[in-house]
Structure formats: C-alpha cells, structure tokens
Nanobody, 114 residues
Framework: QVHLVESGGGSVQAGGSLRLSCLAS????????MGWYRQAPGKRRESVAR???????NYTDSVKGRFTISRDNAKNTVYLQMNSLKPEDTAVYYC????????WGQGTQVTVSS
C-alpha cells in the first residue's frame, strides 16, 4: 500500500506564493509519475502539474510560468512551488502518484483572495 501526505496549503493574497509538499511512503516502484491535481467547488478535478521519476514535467496551460513542480526521489517527495497566485487558483490540491495504479492524497486547501 502507498500513502501520500500533503502539506503546505493555506490562504494568501493574490500575487503571493505557496509551496506544497507531498511525501509518499509504502511500496513504491522506482518508475513512477507524481503530480498535483486540483478541484475547485463545483468543478471537475484537473491536472495541474506532473513529473516523472526521470524529471520530465507537464503543466496545464493556466499555471505555466507561475508554478514549478519538482521532486526528490531519495525522499519520495514531490513539491509544487506556486508563485503569482490568482483567485482562480483557489481549490483543494491533491497529490497523485501513478505506479501500476493511481494513489491519491487527502488534499490540502489553497485559498487565494483578491
């Protein structure tokens, strides 16, 4: 079993920054993909950023140039540095790991006020 624990959410004003962290534990294969998804009230969950164990990254268009995903394979941790935050970034952010199957964290709230 794999467990994902997120941290780093909170409330900021527009233009501010937050850094999310996600620690994965359990039986994790070396070849995997980790990422961040978000879900705003009344909307579907969407992919924000993803990174493979080789360091290949993918971002949704709305966060390109503002968010940076990174990972520390030795610590099984993925990070999301979020800069220039906008009110529309407000959502619950979920950590995701894909390795033979998908695993999800419990989510952390990010609130951006105007």
């Amino acid at each position: 079993q794999v467990h994902l624990v997120e941290s780093g959410g909170g409330s900021v004003q527009a233009g501010g920054s937050l850094r999310l962290s996600c620690l994965a534990s359990g039986r994790i294969f070396s070849i995997n993909r980790m990422g961040w998804y978000r879900q705003a009230p009344g909307k579907r969950r969407e992919s924000v950023a993803r990174i493979t164990n080789f360091g290949n990254t993918n971002y949704t268009d709305s966060v390109k140039g503002r968010f940076t995903i990174s990972r520390d394979n030795a610590k099984n941790t993925v990070y999301l540095q979020m800069n220039s935050l906008k009110p529309e970034d407000t959502a619950v952010y979920y950590c995701n790991l894909y390795s033979l199957r998908e695993y999800w964290g419990q989510g952390t709230q990010v609130t951006v006020s105007s």
